[in-house]
């Protein structure tokens, strides 16, 4: 009797869920999405079994085979012959790789499906017209933490987690410019005419990242979510200024930041939003250049690093910017010593400038010019640069990249 009582309330054995069928079916769908991809119009006979079998994987127990199941159908969603618009398969399977991203509880299914919509956004094929609406919205609230496998987790999960969101919500900004540009690319309301990012999803996104920005926790989240603004706040284009009293005040917290690389991503913020919105400093409204100018000071500016590089380059980006003030600055943050890319805005500055001007305001530092010069644009003759004085050498050096 007590064997009865003991096997009735045993504990269930642990059984396998598909079997050696779900190595299988991720391998099979890895291929089923590359031939898609690869063999474009050749395809279409089997796109709509193969779209049949796959919605069916994406309700599959294991997790790993719902991620390949997305991924895949991202690629049969672009499967077409250029000439007529998606299948009523297609139209559902992109409905279930949106649906992915938003509902499945798995943070590593979400990350797929977001893989799947990247493959619809990626050449050869494109996303289709009235698929980049929902597609923006969707990757914005995976920023926003408004998709299911965020929305379940609480503030106590552990590093492997909180990697995996991170990863998430980045892989998600990645797409988001390519969306921006395939809206302006295909006349999406809002986006085209020098905006290549609508700000109705820039607004949608914004307190997220302004949050993340000021995350006292997560120095990589703060980081991240400069670059991010940065990058899609330059996408705007003028439509950017109406923003700039939420981001100002922020910006300002951010390149007094304790960590270099958050500061470093702030301060290329400050450039490329610069950029956007024109001479918007010059009334006040944005104080990128204030900004710059405190961090570039001979007394207690940053030292030399990718935050001093990324500094003066966000300088010379803002238009209007008197150059008796900027130019001593830039002088005296050369040579750029870590994120030698940023190399170029500064040279524009200082061509557009002349060499007389640069050597008449600033004499002592006019080898600095010399240097940046023909380190960047080796196939200008030495001889179109004005050598530096008698005496004059040449301060700091490069290697060579």
Same mark, same amino acid.
């Given at each position: 009797?007590?064997?009865d009582?003991?096997?009735?309330?045993?504990?269930?054995?642990?059984?396998?869920?598909?079997?050696?069928?779900?190595?299988?079916?991720?391998?099979a769908?890895?291929?089923?999405?590359? +031939?898609?991809?690869?063999? %474009?119009?050749?395809?279409?006979p089997?796109?709509?079994p193969s779209?049949?079998?796959?919605?069916?994987?994406?309700?599959? /127990?294991?997790?790993?085979?719902? %991620?390949a199941?997305?991924?895949?159908?991202?690629?049969?969603?672009c499967?077409?012959?250029?000439q007529?618009?998606?299948? /009523?398969?297609?139209?559902?399977?992109?409905? @279930?790789?949106?649906?992915?991203v938003?509902k499945?509880?798995?943070?590593?299914?979400a990350?797929?499906?977001?893989g799947?919509?990247?493959?619809?956004?990626q050449p050869?094929? *494109?996303?289709?017209?009235?698929?980049?609406?929902?597609?923006?919205?969707?990757?914005?609230?995976?920023?926003?933490?408004?998709?299911?496998?965020?929305?379940?987790?609480?503030?106590?999960?552990?590093?492997?987690e909180?990697?995996?969101r991170?990863?998430? !919500?980045e892989?998600?900004?990645?797409?988001?410019?390519?969306?921006?540009?395939?809206?302006a690319r295909e006349?999406?309301?809002?986006?085209?005419?020098?905006?290549?990012?609508?700000? !109705?999803?820039?607004?949608?996104?914004?307190?997220?990242?302004?949050? @993340?920005?000021?995350?006292?926790? *997560?120095?990589?989240?703060r980081?991240?979510?400069?670059?991010?603004?940065?990058?899609?706040g330059?996408?705007?284009?003028?439509?950017?200024?109406?923003f700039?009293?939420?981001?100002?005040p922020?910006?300002? +917290?951010?390149?007094g930041?304790?960590?270099?690389?958050v500061?470093a991503?702030?301060?290329?913020?400050i450039?490329?939003?610069g950029?956007?919105?024109?001479?918007?400093?010059?009334?006040g409204?944005?104080?990128?250049?204030e900004l710059?100018?405190?961090?570039?000071? /001979?007394?207690g500016?940053?030292?030399?690093?990718?935050?001093?590089?990324?500094?003066?380059?966000?300088?010379?980006?803002?238009?209007?910017?008197?150059?008796?003030?900027?130019?001593?600055?830039?002088?005296?943050?050369?040579?750029?010593?870590?994120?030698?890319?940023?190399?170029?805005?500064?040279?524009?500055?200082?061509?557009?400038?002349? @060499?007389?001007?640069?050597?008449e305001?600033?004499?002592?530092?006019?080898?600095k010019f010399?240097?940046?010069?023909?380190?960047?644009?080796?196939?200008?003759? /030495?001889?179109a640069?004005?050598?530096? !004085?008698?005496?004059?050498?040449?301060?700091?050096?490069?290697r060579?990249?």
């Open positions: 009797m007590e064997d009582a003991t096997a009735e309330w045993a504990e269930p054995e642990e059984a396998e869920v598909g079997g050696a069928f779900a190595g299988l079916a991720e391998a769908l890895g291929a089923l999405g590359d +031939l898609a991809e690869n063999c %474009g119009s050749a395809f279409l089997y796109l709509e779209l049949d079998a796959i919605l069916d994987l994406t309700q599959f /127990p294991q997790p790993q085979v719902r %991620g199941a997305y991924e895949a159908l991202g690629s049969l969603c499967c077409c012959d250029g007529t618009g998606p299948s /009523p398969s297609q139209l559902e399977a992109f409905r @279930a790789l949106v649906g992915g938003r499945d509880p798995e943070v590593g299914v990350l797929a499906a977001v799947g919509v990247g493959r619809v956004l050869p094929g *494109h996303a289709h017209k009235e698929w980049l609406e929902p597609i923006g919205r969707a990757l914005c609230d995976v920023i926003a933490g408004e998709v299911a496998c965020l929305r379940c987790w609480g503030d106590d999960g552990d590093e492997e909180t990697s995996q991170a990863e998430l !919500r892989t998600a900004s990645d797409w988001l410019p390519e969306v921006g540009v395939a809206m006349g999406v309301a809002g986006a085209g005419g020098g905006v290549a990012f609508p700000p !109705r999803l820039f607004r949608r996104l914004l307190p997220s990242l302004l949050a @993340a920005l000021a995350d006292p926790a *997560h120095p990589g989240a980081s991240w979510a400069a670059a991010v603004i940065g990058q899609l330059h996408a705007l284009g003028p439509e950017a200024t109406p700039l009293p939420d981001l100002g922020a910006f300002r +917290l951010a390149v930041d304790r960590d270099d690389e500061r991503n702030a301060f290329y913020a450039g490329r939003i950029e956007a919105v024109g001479h918007a400093h010059q009334e409204a944005w104080p990128g250049a710059c100018g405190h961090a570039l000071r /001979p007394a500016g940053e030292g030399p690093g990718r935050v001093r590089d990324n500094a003066v380059a966000a300088l010379v980006r803002q238009p209007g910017l008197p150059w008796q003030r900027a130019l001593p600055l830039v002088l005296g943050s050369l040579p750029m010593t870590a994120d030698l890319e940023e190399e170029a805005p500064v040279l524009r500055f200082l061509l557009g400038l002349g @060499a007389e001007r640069v050597r305001k600033n004499s002592k530092n006019h080898p010399t240097q940046i010069h023909t380190k960047i644009h080796p196939k200008i003759e /030495p001889s640069i004005p050598a530096p !004085r008698p005496g004059a050498a040449l301060v700091g050096s490069h060579c990249r």
